[in-house]
């Protein structure tokens, strides 16, 4: 990895399990198995990214449980506890023309269609009918507002994405 490669984070490393080494993973992934399809993995320790490799996994409930190379005793799986899985960009699937990585969405200045700036997307909630975007007005909006709450509805709200120039086009009142 280059040192100005930053990996996605895919999930986290939970509790220990057992006393083998074996470490509770939450994932992110819309699936909790499909962390696994991902390797190598990038573990953050002390704000610095370091490259693992599974070497074993399973369900355990409705969870899955990992073992990590070079990890063998219960007390090196709990120096691990809450550090922050990642990959590399590349190693995620590209997606269809019309579809994004909520990670491509962050950042981006929200425009509606009069050309009005909303403000920039500083984060995106899955609420389980539709993401929103969470939406952090300029610092002198006119309307007063501090941040906005869009659905993320493609052809309702949101109708262009324009990843190039960092912009989504909605249709939404500024004093909304």
Known sequence: MSSNQQPVVVGKIGSTYGVKGWMKITAYTDSVEGIFDY?????KEHGEWREVKVSQW???GKAVVAELEGVSNREQAQ??????????????????????YWRDLIGCEVLNTKGYNLGKV????????????MVKANAKDAFGKTERMIPYL????????????????VDWDPDF
């Open 39 to 43: 390797s190598p993995w990038f573990l």
């Open 79 to 100: 120096m691990l506890t809450n550090c922050e899985i990642g990959i590399l960009a590349e190693q995620m699937p590209e997606l269809p023309e019309d579809e994004f």
């Open 58 to 60: 399973r369900f355990h």
């Open 154 to 169: 493609p052809d309702q709200f949101v109708l262009e994405v324009k990843l190039s120039e960092k912009q989504i086009i």
């Open 122 to 133: 500083d984060q995106i909630l899955e609420t389980g009918s539709n993401d929103v975007l």
